[in-house]
Antibody
Framework: EVQLVESGGGLVQPGGSLRLSCAAS????????MHWVRQAPGKGLMWVSR????????RYADSVKGRFTISRDNAKNTLYLQMNSLRAEDTAVYYC????????????WGQGTLVTVSS | SYVLTQPPSVSVAPGKTARITCGGN??????VHWYQQKPGQAPVLVIY???DRPSGIPERFSGSNSGNTATLTISRFEAGDEADYYC???????????FGGGTKLTVL
């Protein structure tokens, strides 16, 4: 079964840091581009970042560029999101998602992990 | 940056056809994907490449895309189809993924 499981969320103070992980199983992780997408409470989906299959290329939404870093360890089948200089507006459920071959949408998605930035 | 516009809400009676639009500048030249999200759950891909259905998605779900509007159509609407629906494209000019604001689909 293809599965993505996020972890690492929690409560952090403004200006703090957090690293999210996404453990992949059931497919050849190293063959797929991966993404992080977040959803603030009661709000819509917002794309955060993506990384290509070997980790050599990354992209970020303007609102997180320079503060967040996406990376992956293909030997461990794990995707990461390092989040620094966190702000209240970063509070959201963070999902990892697999990019289907040839950019045919995101499938599957993980169950999400909640990040709360508050003092 | 590229913007996708969806109506905040759509209501439909059971057994009828629901249509959710996604507007964007010349969106017909892009590939549009659609997601269904039920409360407390992760999104699920229901349509990719404008009109293709992943395995396991009922034939009642269909899509189209032309000009400045893409449309998700759900025929023979069921109460279990109540959910938020999001359209998504890849903006080649910025190399960013873009989501629409989402549409809450409810039963009349």
């Amino acid at each position: 079964e293809v599965q993505l499981v996020e972890s690492g969320g929690g409560l952090v103070q403004p200006g703090g840091s957090l690293r999210l992980s996404c453990a992949a199983s059931g497919f050849t992780f190293s063959s797929y581009w991966m993404h992080w997408v977040r959803q603030a409470p009661g709000k819509g989906l917002m794309w955060v970042s993506r990384i290509n299959s070997d980790g050599s290329s990354t992209r970020y939404a303007d609102s997180v560029k320079g503060r967040f870093t996406i990376s992956r360890d293909n030997a461990k089948n794990t995707l990461y999101l390092q989040m620094n200089s966190l702000r209240a507006e970063d509070t959201a459920v963070y999902y990892c998602a697999r990019d289907r071959i040839a950019a045919a949408g995101f499938d599957p998605w993980g169950q999400g992990t909640l990040v709360t930035v508050s003092s | 940056s590229y913007v996708l516009t969806q109506p905040p809400s759509v209501s439909v009676a059971p057994g009828k056809t629901a249509r959710i639009t996604c507007g964007g500048n010349n969106i017909g030249s892009k590939s549009v994907h659609w997601y269904q999200q039920k409360p407390g759950q992760a999104p699920v891909l229901v349509i990719y490449y404008d009109r293709d259905r992943p395995s396991g998605i009922p034939e009642r779900f269909s899509g189209s895309n032309s000009g400045n509007t893409a449309t998700l159509t759900i025929s023979r609407f069921e109460a279990g189809d109540e959910a938020d629906y999001y359209c998504q494209v890849w903006d080649s000019s910025s190399d960013h993924v873009v989501f629409g604001g989402g549409t809450k689909l409810t039963v009349l």
